[in-house]
């Protein structure tokens, strides 16, 4: 059965920090992986990740991916209270995505 | 607003009644997905859907749940007899097509049971 395990479940940072959100799969047939980001709503989609060891970036966020070691890292570098939210992981399955129960994330100003 | 639509926002039923969930996808996108997510809970998967064709709904339950996208107007999920236990968010997402594996969300509908 596919799996998507998130770590932390919960983290409190102080602005300006730096914090990594850790995102580890087992799936039988890998398509691709997503990163969402949930405030009150809707998730919002930050990054698709499908080939190991390329680095995507947008402003102060980046995520990498290991196909072989089965994981992805989400990094947040100089964190804002804005920041907070739960940060989701996903895998692509056949029809739907398959999520992780997410990282709840507090930043403190 | 181009973006994945969906009302009403919030909706409270009495246990028994039906609720009736409205989605209408991005601009463009003719793939609708709906997830339930339950307090302290990821986001679950219940069904996909093309326009008039039901593709997967291994996560719908069996019983109560059902779920249509007429060739014309919005997605529906339709849940019937409600009871607390269907007190959750419930999202729909939309994507372009196949091999379009970005799925856009919109704003959910809290449903509460009482």
């Known amino acids: 059965e596919d799996k998507v395990v998130q770590s932390p479940l919960s983290l409190v940072v102080h602005e300006g920090d730096t914090v990594t959100l850790n995102c580890s799969y087992e799936v039988t047939n890998f398509r691709s992986l997503l990163w969402y980001k949930q405030e009150k709503k809707a998730p919002t989609f930050l990054f698709m990740l499908t080939s190991s060891g390329i680095e995507k970036k947008s402003g102060r966020l980046s995520s990498i991916l290991d196909k072989k070691e089965l994981f992805s890292i989400l990094n947040i570098t100089a964190t804002q209270t804005g920041d907070s939210a739960i940060y989701l992981c996903a895998l692509t399955g056949a029809n739907n995505l398959f999520f992780g129960t997410g990282t709840r994330l507090t930043v403190i100003p | 607003n181009a973006g994945v639509m969906q009302n009403p926002r919030h909706l409270v039923r009495r246990r028994g009644q039906e609720a009736r969930l409205r989605c209408s996808p991005m601009k463009g996108h003719s793939h609708v997905y709906w997830y339930r997510q339950l307090p302290e809970e990821g986001l679950k998967f219940m069904v996909y859907l093309q326009k008039e064709n039901i593709i997967d709904e291994s996560g719908m339950p069996k019983e109560r749940f059902s779920a249509e996208f007429p060739k014309e107007g919005p997605s529906i999920l339709r849940i019937q007899q409600v009871v607390r236990g269907d007190s959750a968010a419930y999202f729909c997402?939309?994507?372009?097509?196949?091999?379009?594996?970005?799925?856009?969300f919109g704003p959910g509908t809290r449903l509460t049971v009482t």
């Open positions: 997402a939309s994507s372009a097509g196949v091999g379009s594996y970005e799925q856009y």
